[in-house]
């Protein structure tokens, strides 16, 4: 929403903050495998890949039904890259909460 507001209001492209919108976005969703992992203590490659499964599923039917466009190919890979990081802070989530 921030930087929804900031391509609105200011002079900046949405070219110019790709780059940190993606950043933003891994760092987001590492985090929601961490603290989906640490919450539920087991299977932390399962409750992390969820977390970036549920993400993809909003994006896209946010994607398919409002803006009636399907993924492109590097949006399908950035989207199996956010579930695999997702997975990834869920598995680091389990193994720092039993310690």
Do not use: P
């Amino acid at each position: 929403m921030v930087f929804s507001m900031l391509l609105r209001f200011t002079s900046l492209q949405e070219g110019s903050l790709q780059y940190i919108i993606t950043a933003v976005s891994f760092i987001a969703l590492f985090a929601g495998g961490f603290i989906s992992g640490g919450k539920g203590k087991q299977k932390g490659w399962f409750l992390g890949g969820l977390t970036g499964l549920i993400y993809f599923v909003i994006v896209f039917l946010f994607s398919f039904l409002g803006l009636d466009q399907l993924f492109t190919f590097e949006q399908f890979i950035y989207h199996v890259c956010y579930t695999l990081i997702a997975m990834m802070g869920g598995i680091l989530g389990v193994n720092l909460s039993k310690s």
